[in-house]
């Protein structure tokens, strides 16, 4: 079983973090994965992989637990501006230059049929689409793109932080509808406080990007607030 846990020693006041050094040969995520494969890992560990080595205050192993955790699956995987990685985890440009790099790679050679696209209408498939946006630490804004169908042609992650009118500009909203032809737009974001109900700030942002849809010619059709346990359409028509 590989290990990248905490153990305590005989200090109980300290905790340790295991270190690839620490692990069995069979329990390094590198040798593991020459062993039995890369379905044997998990994606911390295939991760850990990608990274190969972490920084002077922190394993390799912990980083790669720690980005997967506090940015998950779905947002990481939509990510393309190492810049901006690099700052919302906190970690070196590099390493956040190699997770694009790989995530690219793996988007262009794994694309997905086209025939085979989601098809996301009503407030509902945004909450059973957006399942792993329920319980991340941080508040995510996430645009879905569709095509005319409601086909999901792309999926982004927009800002990650408190959504604020002052922080969430239209052309970050509707650059990626326009570069990838999208016909409509549909807003989602969670509320790790478990609360499903919008916020007056939530209620703003929604307004003003209805109206910049509206010239643009992107129709923004739901905003919805995701919980653990519940979702919320956003008002799109707040004064």
Same mark, same amino acid.
């Given at each position: ?57 922190? &394993? ?152 910049? &849809? ?26």
């Amino acid at each position: 079983m590989f290990r990248d846990t905490h153990l305590v020693l005989d200090n109980p006041g300290k905790q340790y973090v295991y270190k690839i050094r620490d692990l069995a040969p069979a329990d390094k995520p590198r040798e593991r994965l020459l062993s039995a494969g890369p379905g044997a890992l998990t994606l911390p560990q295939l991760l850990s992989v990608v990274l190969n080595v972490g920084t002077v205050r922190e &394993g390799v192993l912990e980083m790669s637990s720690r980005i997967m955790q506090e940015y998950g699956e779905k947002s990481l995987a939509a990510r393309n501006d190492a810049k901006r990685l690099s700052e919302d985890l906190d970690i070196p440009l590099i390493k956040a230059t190699q997770i694009v790099a790989c995530i690219e790679i793996g988007r262009r050679l794994f694309e997905r049929n086209r025939h085979g696209q989601r098809v996301v209408r009503t407030a509902r498939d945004v909450f059973e689409y957006a399942a792993n946006l329920r319980l991340l630490p941080k508040e995510h804004l996430r645009g879905i793109y569709l095509n005319a169908h409601y086909k999901v042609i792309h999926d982004e992650v927009v800002s990650i932080g408190t959504v604020d009118a002052n922080m969430i500009h239209p052309r970050e909203v509707f650059k990626p509808a326009l570069e990838y032809s999208a016909a409509a737009v549909i807003l989602v974001h969670n509320h790790p406080s478990g609360e499903t109900a919008p916020s007056e700030a939530d209620k703003i942002v929604t307004a003003q990007l209805v109206a910049a &849809g509206k010239l643009l010619g992107v129709h923004l059709i739901d905003h919805v607030v995701v919980t653990e346990s519940g979702f919320e359409s956003v008002p799109a028509d707040y004064e």
